[in-house]
């Protein structure tokens, strides 16, 4: 089946560090990836996506990279600041979306 | 403005009594979904609607249903309410296409005493 993994939170960070969030997925077939952000109070917003292997997704100074042959997307950037402070989730689509459990980040200042 | 709507964005009611959320979208999606959010589970699919009349179970249908009439509203209705669907729910659209972009609605936060 169908499914998607991401770490475990919550993620606490200082301003300008590097983060990393971790995502790997089971499919069948190929799936495209997404990675959503959810502020607080707020629905999910697409933060970016990736439609087949060994594509990079970018938006807002984050990337992930489709990585078939390790079944992994995983969210990185390289300097975060409070404004990231959210729930990050990763997805996939095949027939439906699946979603992961969403990591929470903080980011002190 | 492109825009997923959800009314209402907060209740609560009582166990047994039929209530019914609306979703709304102005985008000409043809695919809208139903999400409940839940902690430590992430989202879940409820139901979700390829097309006008045209809808399928996701993973947590039990005790919902939906109906897609227009294409622009696609209603969860919750016949009888129990406590263990106290939960944020979420309307989602997106058109067909190779890449299925989802938008979302600010969800509702749904009670059941």
């Known amino acids: 089946g169908n499914s998607v993994t991401q770490m475990e939170g919550p993620v606490t960070l200082s301003e300008e560090a590097f983060l990393t969030i971790n995502c790997t997925y089971t499919?069948?077939?190929?799936?495209?990836l997404f990675w959503y952000v959810q502020y607080p109070g707020e629905g999910l917003q697409l933060l970016l996506k990736a439609t087949k292997a060994d594509d990079k997704g970018s938006n807002k100074g984050f990337e992930a990279t489709y990585r078939k042959e390790t079944t992994s997307f995983h969210l990185e950037k390289g300097s975060v600041q409070v404004s990231d402070s959210a729930v990050y989730f990763c997805a996939l689509r095949a027939n439906q979306f699946y979603f992961g459990t969403g990591t929470s980040l903080t980011v002190i200042p | 403005e492109a825009q997923v709507t959800q009314n209402p964005r907060y209740l609560i009611t009582v166990t047994g009594k039929k209530l019914t959320v609306t979703c709304s979208q102005n985008m000409n999606h043809e695919y809208m979904s139903w999400y409940r959010q839940d902690p430590g589970l992430g989202l879940r699919q409820i139901y979700y609607?390829?097309?006008?009349?045209?809808?399928d179970k996701g993973d947590v249908p039990e005790g919902y249903k939906v109906s897609r009439k227009e294409k622009r509203n696609f209603p969860l209705i919750l016949e009888s309410p129990s406590p263990n669907q106290t939960s944020l729910y979420f309307c989602a659209s997106s058109v067909r296409g190779s890449v299925y972009e989802q938008y979302f609605g600010p969800g509702t936060r749904l009670t059941v005493t």
């Open positions: 609607s390829m097309n006008v009349e045209v809808t």
């Open positions: 499919a069948t077939g190929y799936p495209s």
